[in-house]
Each structure stands twice: as structure tokens, then as C-alpha cells.
């Protein structure tokens, strides 16, 4: 397993690198004008509408347990598909700058240590080290996977 070698979409949010499958990802936008959901979790800011589609997005430093800021000219938005009960589901995650993309062999990934990530430990695969510094793989399945946001499939119904 430590031979396998895998490609990551690596992005920041704040001062931190996070990388998910490059298998996930749709496609990557600059930020337009979000439409607001009423009711809906702190971290989803609304849904966008692209290419006749309507898709969910979710601030990535909120659900993360960050201070929220203001979207600037370097904040994209992630499209990501991941599998639903019925069919794939997309959603955007809304991240402070996309950097590149990353072939990242198993024997560079560390499983997390047993304290220090309370919040975010229930959404990362391990941590990769490369020459420029550590980079958390989010498992963005698990990051879906949480009550909050199966409610959203009925957002794009």
C-alpha cells in the first residue's frame, strides 16, 4: 500500500493546506453571488446556481470551526460529487485559494495523532508531508456525512 500513489486537489483554508481526491472534484469556479438559504446550518451560506444547476455551498472555514471572512478575489469554490442514498450529489466548497494538484504516495501519509484534532479529526484520511509543510487530507465523504448536510439534498430536489 505504501507504493500506491494518489492525486489531491490541494487548497487553504487560513493558514492550513488540505487536499481532497482529485477523483471528487467536478470542477473548480471563482466565487460568484451566493442566494441565501433560510433555516439552514451556520456553514452553509446558500446555493449558486451553475449551468442550470442548483448547488449547495458550504464555507469550508465554518464548518471547520474557523472565523468566517469576508470572500475575496482568491476565494473559489470547489466542486465536489460524492455518492447519496439515491444518486451523486454535488455541492461547492467555498476555500480561500486553490494551489495545485498533488500525486501524494501512501508512505507520505501519517495517521492523525490521538489528540490535538477534535473537530477536524472526524474529517481527515491522515497527514501528507511534502518540502513545503504539512497538508491534511480531508475525507470529504465523511465531511457530508454529517446530519446537516444530508439535509441539503432536499435543497437541490
Do not use: C, W
Not at 490541494?10 to 482529485?22: H, K, L, M, N, Q
Not at 467555498?94 to 479529526?121: C, M
Not at 487530507?137 to 439535509?151: A, G, H, N, Y
Request: no cysteine.
Amino acid at each position: 500500500m505504501a507504493d500506491v500513489v494518489s492525486k489531491y486537489l490541494v487548497f487553504s483554508i487560513a493558514d492550513e493546506r488540505y487536499g481532497i481526491p482529485i477523483a471528487k472534484v467536478r470542477e473548480v469556479i471563482r466565487h460568484e453571488k451566493i442566494t441565501p438559504v433560510h433555516e439552514a446550518s451556520a456553514f452553509l451560506k446558500g446555493v449558486i446556481n451553475l449551468r442550470g444547476k442548483i448547488i449547495p455551498v458550504l464555507d469550508m472555514r465554518a464548518k471547520l470551526g474557523m472565523p468566517e471572512r469576508e470572500y475575496t478575489d482568491r476565494t473559489v469554490f470547489v466542486i465536489v460529487e460524492v455518492a447519496g442514498i439515491k444518486e451523486l450529489f454535488s455541492f461547492g466548497m467555498a476555500v480561500d485559494a486553490v494551489h495545485e494538484v498533488l500525486a501524494i504516495g501512501g508512505e507520505q501519509i501519517e495517521s492523525l495523532p490521538d489528540v490535538g484534532f477534535r473537530l477536524k479529526g472526524a474529517y481527515l484520511l491522515g497527514i501528507a508531508k511534502d518540502e513545503r509543510g504539512m497538508l491534511m487530507l480531508l475525507d470529504i465523504d465523511r465531511v457530508l456525512q454529517t446530519e446537516e448536510i444530508v439535509d441539503l439534498q432536499g435543497i437541490t430536489a
